[in-house]
């Protein structure tokens, strides 16, 4: 049997529900609006479809039976769960999501470590971080909004520079210490260097090329031209190379977006004498402009106020 086919109509459980409340059809139809024969008739109709008695008709009012009494106390306890799942539901608003796309160190080192407060300030918008190790696909329809690592700002989409690509030598405290002062390039040369390999993507800069640029930007360092020695270990994430600068076993060429908050907290020195700024940057990229969700203009606000 179909429930509908069973069950009375909620018109008619609510009216039941008010005049049971009440024990008076007259006291029911001033709350409901109505008139005293109406809801009479109301329950009459509803004692029929169910072939039960619901009400006992007295002087001036009604009582309820057994079975009437069962009956309002499912109705009641039944309306009073919908009432309290309707004002959650009405406090409650509505959950908003945005796909942010960004490769794996910028997430890692600059983007998760300050979540949390764009979260307090939106509570009820989820950020969804989908990362890629090499660089991210920003022309995907699926992602809301798109971190680059570029050379230029993006001409065919709405963009905005998130850093400038200020780039020195990082390395622990303690290798500092045993090798300080380190302020000439020689010396830099010499110590154990840590390399990212080809696959992390264009624009990385490699020992060889941090060295090529700096006779450019800080002719001061360089007497005759100083090559690099061959890096002893070899990464292919950035994310890895940090770790392994700040577990001490060596130097790695540190971009001031991604490793500023390790410098500033101690974990990491930087060598800032051989500093050069790259044209590769970080750009926030709104990857479909057509729309204008709430969520997304957020978290470009919140972004563009960080840095």
Known sequence: MLLKEFMPSAQSLLIFEVAARHLSFTAAAHELGSTQSAVSQQMRGLEQQLDLQLFKRIYRGVALTDAGQQLYEAVESGFLQITNCLTKLQKTPMRQCINVETDFAFAAFWLLPRLSDFRKLHPEIEVRIVTSQTQPDYTA????????????????????????????????????????????????????????????????????????QLPNQAPSQL??????????????N???????????????IGWGTLVDDLVDNGMLVALKSFSIVSDWDYYLVETNTNDSLPAKQHFVAWLLSCV
């Open 223 to 236: 007497s005759n031209q100083v090559i690099p020695s061959e890096p002893v270990l070899t990464f292919n």
């Open 238 to 252: 950035y994310t890895l190379l940090v770790q392994a600068a700040i577990a001490g076993q060596g130097v790695g």
């Open 141 to 212: 329809q699926q992602n809301d909004l798109s971190i680059i690592f570029a050379k230029g700002k993006p001409n065919k989409y709405r963009s905005h520079l998130v850093s400038i690509g200020h780039v020195f030598p990082v390395c622990s405290p303690a290798l500092l210490a045993q090798n300080a002062p380190i302020d000439r390039l020689q010396q830099l040369a010499s110590l154990p260097l840590l390399k990212l390999a080809d696959v992390a993507g264009n624009g990385w800069l490699n020992w060889r090329g941090f060295f090529n």
